[in-house]
């Protein structure tokens, strides 16, 4: 249902962006949702951008420097990484949730994430 793409090895201060191909329904309902893992650590939180409204909410270690959009068109969300730093490093999950406050409904497979100093 959700493939997320787009991870690799860039310098720090450099650029990536991920991708999260939704498929097999409509989403444009559901709010969808970046995370993050990094080894040893819990999952963190990146952010979310609503599929009908366009919205977005940032975690504040991201906010000015992560950019999520929506293609409609593609139905595919994007996580435009810049300045990335090292703790960026990460496993970088995509997320779909259809009700505000209730556990996410479907998740991407995970795409790597690495930021060299």
């Known amino acids: 249902q959700l493939q997320a793409s787009g991870g690799g090895l860039v310098q720090a201060g450099g650029s990536l962006r991920l991708s999260c191909a939704a498929s097999?329904?409509?989403?444009?309902?559901?709010?969808m949702a970046w995370f993050r893992q990094a080894p040893g650590k819990q999952r963190e939180f990146v952010g979310y951008i609503l599929w009908n409204s366009g919205s977005a909410l940032y975690a504040d270690s991201v906010k000015g420097r992560f950019t999520i959009s929506r293609d409609n068109v593609k139905n595919t969300v994007y996580l435009q990484m810049n300045s990335l730093k090292p703790e960026d490093t990460a496993v970088y999950y995509c997320?779909?949730?259809?009700?505000?406050?209730?556990?996410?409904?479907?998740w991407g497979q995970g795409t790597q994430v690495t930021v060299s100093s």
């Open positions: 097999g329904r409509t989403f444009s309902s559901y709010s």
């Open positions: 997320a779909a949730k259809l009700r505000p406050g209730t556990p996410h409904d479907y």
